[in-house]
Each structure stands twice: as structure tokens, then as C-alpha cells.
């Protein structure tokens, strides 16, 4: 830095103009991105997770590499990918595998690219949704929280759903009332081109029993035509002494 240079506040003064400084410049994008994802409610320890260092299996690095393509494609400017595009921002997609194999941490990751390319994203569970809709029809306040979520939800380029239609995490009373609320949410959203991203320990041909013949068959109709069910079988918890010595981000 010359005598007619000095710094202040992570810019560098010049000729009475300020540049910002590599540092500062990584620190503030860092910083932004930190606050996309608490706004897509996507935990902050994920911010430098990376799939190629963090994931540590071996069945399953195909659909990896799927998700890596969802991220490329979604945010393409090429002329030659516009389809490849519209189709990755407006699919379903189905990541199924049972408790251990990282599905969400990897729908964590993704999330958390997307929002860095300046996708809307949102990350929430299908027991938390449910409840936020069965409470939306007690109170259709405006200005309330449950609201506010659900609007969030109907709105996002890229809605994630984690536990879906999991028995033990979801609760749907006998009357099945709630069910036609989910349905409405996940078709409004699909016929508007937008992305749904179900995380479950259940296949999606098998889901019939939890919420009924009709999202079944709608789930299972838009992720067999797209192809975009996605299944991981690296078991982490089985294969830790293999790992030993190496960080791993918490996985349960």
C-alpha cells in the first residue's frame, strides 16, 4: 500500500475513492449468504458444508450428482440449457433413504447453493406444514406468523419438505381433514412452476396409506415423468470407524 493509500473499514481509500478489499469482500458475500439461509430457515453451520469433502459414501454419489445437476442447470444463463432450466426450477424431486444417510444435510447444501445463485428458497418439515394449515384455517389473520409461513411456502422458487410422510413424525388425524390442505398446497404450487423437494424415509409409490390415493398418485405421476426420485443408501452410523480422524459434520 503506497503513502497516498490507506485503509479504513475494510476498503482501501485512493485518490479519494474506495475499493473494497478481497477480505472484506468475502467476508460481507459470507455474511449475506449467512442471512438468505436463516431466512430460508436453513441452518448456518451448513454454510461451508461441501458434498465433494462432507460426503462420505460411496452407493450413492449418482444421486449426488443429480442434485449437483439441479444446481447447475437451475441457474444456467446458457442459451442451450433454457429447458434444462425451466424444467429444474419447476420439478418435483423425491430423495428418499432411511434415517443416517444424509438426505437432509445434502437438501441442506443445495438449499443453501441455491440461495447463493439468489433463488427464494424455504426449508421446513411436512409435520410443520401441516400444522401451519390446519392453524390457517383458525385464524386467516394477515398479519399472523402462520400466515406469513404459508404464503412463504406457496411463494419460494423451492420449497424443501423434510421427514415427509413419515408415520412417526407426521400425525394425520383419522378424519384425514388435513390431507385435501396438503394436496391443495403441493398442486397449486407444481401448476404454478415451482419446486417441490420431498426428503423421506418412505418411497413415493408407498405413501398411499399416510395421505391418501390422490397426492400418491400425483407425487408419484410428476417424479416418474421427470425422473427425479432420488435414492441414498450409505448408512453413516455403520461405517464411522472407517472415517476415524476426519471431521464430520453431526449427522444425527
Known sequence: MSESEHEVSGYIIKDGVAYETAKH?????????????????????????????????????????????????????????????????????????????????????????????????????????????????????PDSEVYRRIQKCKNVQFLFLDESFDKSKVTIFKSNFQIPYLDDLIRSRTQSNKANFFISNNKYNEIEDIVGKSIQDFVYRNVTIAKTNMVFEDIYINNLDRYKGQSLISLF
Not at 455474511?31 to 436453513?42: F, G, Q, V, W, Y
Not at 459414501?57 to 442451450?80: A, C, D, F, M, P
Not at 420439478?91 to 443445495?110: D, E, F, R
Open 25 to 141: 469482500r468475502k467476508l460481507r458475500i459470507k455474511r449475506e449468504l449467512s442471512a438468505r439461509m436463516r431466512t430460508a430457515n436453513i441452518p448456518t453451520d451448513m454454510l461451508d458444508y461441501n458434498p465433494d469433502v462432507d460426503y462420505l459414501g460411496e452407493k450413492s454419489l449418482n444421486e449426488v450428482l443429480k442434485l449437483k445437476k439441479v444446481l447447475e442447470w437451475s441457474s444456467s444463463t446458457s442459451e442451450r440449457h433454457v429447458k434444462l432450466r425451466e424444467l429444474a426450477r419447476k420439478s418435483m424431486y423425491y430423495m428418499y433413504g432411511v434415517n443416517g444417510t444424509q438426505k437432509t444435510h445434502l437438501a441442506w447444501w443445495l438449499g443453501k447453493e441455491l440461495c447463493r445463485n439468489g433463488e427464494t428458497v424455504y426449508f421446513t418439515t411436512m409435520q410443520a406444514i401441516l400444522q401451519d394449515l390446519t392453524n390457517l384455517e383458525l385464524n386467516k389473520d
